[in-house]
């Protein structure tokens, strides 16, 4: 894992948390902290040891988007370019963590912080924490794929509100409309989703990857499709080691000892 100050990494076994760490500029994404995002979420994924990963910010904002002071993100920005394809992987545009990914957001969630939101499988915030796409405020648009997912997690019309009004939800808000899963008081949405994260890593890790594997690409395609996916997905996990196991333990009164085979 990267060692690079804007990222910051720590391994707890089976779990890997991610520290966005610009606080001193909100944790704005650098095009250096998205590189290393990139690199950090084909590490996760290599890695069979981590079976959960968590991301927050460092400071009292969690990413309000973009670095608007060196504009990377404008074709004509003064910034050194970074590769398109490591741009889309590391804000989650164009990559699917393979593994449960848990957002703790302890303040501003913003822009492209916002964008890499969606992309995660369980999100916890704290009581402050806001919600927003204020692109459009500076001419431009959420183009790092709240376009497209956003109506699909919340409503259309306050996914459309928040697009094109650029403004942002409160905690209580984003719980209310289905863009969080739990508010915790100020200070506790990491222990939150250490407590989440804990609790998946007990479940046997070919189950949960691949249902998450079958959510996620079985989402707003034809129910015939879909059922393609989850049915052949179903049938790797309920013939594996992992399965038998786990009825083996139930039956034993005992802890399942996975294996992920």
Same mark, same amino acid.
């Not at 690079?4 to 650098?30: F, K, Q, W």
């Not at 001419?139 to 650029?166: D, N």
């Not at 863009?179 to 998946?200: F, I, N």
């Not at 399965?243 to 996975?258: T, V």
């Given at each position: 894992?990267?060692?690079? *100050?804007?990222?910051?990494?720590?391994?707890?076994?089976?779990?890997?948390?991610? !520290?966005?760490?610009?606080?001193?500029?909100?944790?704005?994404?650098?095009?250096?902290?998205?590189?290393?995002?990139?690199?950090?979420? =084909?590490?996760?994924?290599? =890695?069979?040891?981590? #079976?959960?990963? @968590?991301? !927050?910010?460092?400071?009292?904002?969690?990413?309000?988007?973009? =670095?608007?002071?060196?504009?990377?993100?404008?074709?004509?920005?003064?910034?050194? +370019?970074?590769?398109?394809?490591? @741009? &889309?992987?590391?804000?989650?545009? !164009?990559?699917?963590?393979?593994?449960?990914? @848990?957002?703790?957001?302890? &303040?501003?969630?913003?822009?492209?912080?916002?964008?890499?939101?969606?992309?995660?499988? @369980? #999100?916890?915030?704290?009581?402050?924490? !806001?919600?927003?796409? +204020?692109?459009?405020?500076?001419?431009?648009? +959420?183009?790092?794929?709240?376009?497209?997912?956003?109506?699909?997690?919340?409503?259309?019309?306050?996914?459309?509100?928040?697009?094109?009004?650029?403004?942002?939800?409160?905690?209580?808000?984003?719980?209310?409309?289905?863009?969080?899963?739990?508010?915790?008081?100020? &200070?506790?949405?990491? =222990?939150?989703?250490?407590?989440?994260?804990? *609790?998946?890593?007990?479940?046997? +890790?070919?189950?949960?990857?691949?249902?998450?594997?079958?959510?996620?690409?079985?989402?707003?395609?034809?129910?015939?499709?879909?059922?393609?996916?989850?049915? *052949?997905?179903? *049938?790797?996990?309920?013939?594996?080691?992992?399965?038998?196991?786990?009825?083996?333990?139930?039956?034993?009164? #005992?802890?399942?000892?996975?294996?992920?085979?």
């Amino acid at each position: 894992m990267t060692e690079d *100050r804007e990222l910051l990494v720590e391994r707890d076994g089976p779990i890997v948390i991610l !520290t966005m760490n610009r606080p001193h500029r909100r944790n704005a994404l650098s095009t250096n902290m998205v590189g290393q995002l990139a690199q950090a979420w =084909d590490e996760i994924d290599r =890695d069979d040891g981590i #079976r959960a990963a @968590i991301i !927050t910010g460092a400071g009292s904002a969690y990413c309000v988007g973009g =670095d608007l002071s060196d504009g990377w993100m404008v074709r004509d920005g003064s910034a050194p +370019p970074l590769d398109p394809a490591a @741009i &889309g992987k590391g804000l989650l545009l !164009t990559h699917t963590l393979t593994k449960p990914l @848990i957002a703790a957001v302890n &303040g501003a969630c913003l822009g492209g912080g916002c964008e890499m939101l969606q992309q995660t499988d @369980i #999100r916890v915030a704290d009581e402050q924490a !806001t919600f927003g796409l +204020p692109e459009v405020q500076r001419g431009l648009v +959420p183009g790092a794929g709240s376009m497209v997912r956003l109506k699909r997690q919340i409503p259309y019309t306050k996914a459309m509100e928040m697009i094109l009004t650029g403004e942002p939800l409160t905690a209580q808000e984003a719980y209310h409309f289905g863009l969080v899963g739990h508010v915790v008081p100020a &200070g506790t949405a990491l =222990d939150k989703a250490r407590s989440l994260a804990e *609790r998946v890593v007990r479940n046997g +890790p070919l189950a949960v990857r691949n249902a998450k594997e079958a959510v996620v690409h079985s989402g707003w395609i034809a129910e015939e499709d879909a059922r393609a996916i989850e049915a *052949r997905l179903t *049938r790797q996990v309920i013939s594996s080691a992992d399965a038998r196991e786990g009825l083996s333990a139930f039956r034993e009164k #005992r802890e399942a000892r996975f294996t992920g085979q």
